[in-house]
T-cell receptor
Framework: ETGVTQSPTHLIKTRGQQVTLRCSSQ?????VSWYQQALGQGPQFIFQ???????GRGNFPPRFSGLQFPNYSSELNVNALELDDSALYLC?????????????FGSGTQLSVL | AQTVTQSQPEMSVQEAETVTLSCTYDTSENNYYLFWYKQPPSRQMILVIRQEAYKQQNATENRFSVNFQKAAKSFSLKISDSQLGDTAMYFCAFMRNTGNQFYFGTGTSLTVIP
């Protein structure tokens, strides 16, 4: 167990709806990264939050947005859901931002869009 | 842009035998990190081993070792004395040393046969 918890574990939505995924980072970690893992693919970087500010973003449209709270937990929001948004969403926390930091991953939220 | 390629979608190995998973990458960076992550059915990404590009010595971690060939942009993972618990998806990943996002390959599904 890494101490990174994600909720919910599974979620079913319909096209056009909005969804919020939650991540509780490991104690003492101020950085949270979000990844999308489509079926049969490797995870793709969505964005990172460091001390409540967005600190880098991958190639995802603006309808993917995030938030980090003062306790460093984080949310990923997706508006206007599309069928291709169906994927496993992984959250990872680290002590600080930067390549030298070890990331601890949660077990993900499996999102199905119908 | 950085790309990571894993050309073996599936592999199998007899218990106690040795197996090598392949990974190649493309980058114009000179300083970076390379990783192998394991993703068991629990979906949580677990760090197996990490290599810093400026270090010529290949990283080792108990039964896991890498063959890092910087000029060839190759980064293979060798698992010795394979155990049933090694059965999982294995992802090769790249991170720039000034960056904060992983670039993952598409993964290799490894099955250890009793």
């Amino acid at each position: 167990e890494t101490g990174v918890t994600q909720s919910p574990t599974h979620l079913i939505k319909t096209r056009g709806q909005q969804v919020t995924l939650r991540c509780s980072s490991q104690s003492g970690h101020n950085t949270v990264s979000w990844y999308q893992q489509a079926l049969g693919q490797g995870p793709q970087f969505i964005f990172q939050y460091y001390r409540e500010e967005e600190n880098g973003r991958g190639n995802f449209p603006p309808r993917f947005s995030g938030l980090q709270f003062p306790n460093y937990s984080s949310e990923l929001n997706v508006n206007a859901l599309e069928l291709d948004d169906s994927a496993l969403y992984l959250c990872a926390s680290s002590l600080n931002s930067g390549a030298n930091e070890k990331l601890f991953f949660g077990s993900g939220t499996q999102l199905s869009v119908l | 842009a950085q790309t990571v390629t894993q050309s073996q979608p599936e592999m199998s190995v007899q218990e106690a035998e040795t197996v090598t998973l392949s990974c190649t990458y493309d980058t114009s960076e000179n300083n970076y990190y390379l990783f192998w992550y394991k993703q068991p059915p629990s979906r949580q990404m677990i760090l197996v081993i990490r290599q810093e590009a400026y270090k010529q010595q290949n990283a080792t971690e108990n039964r896991f070792s890498v063959n890092f060939q910087k000029a060839a942009k190759s980064f293979s993972l060798k698992i010795s004395d394979s155990q049933l618990g090694d059965t999982a998806m294995y992802f090769c990943a790249f991170m720039r040393n000034t960056g904060n996002q992983f670039y993952f390959g598409t993964g290799t599904s490894l099955t250890v046969i009793p």
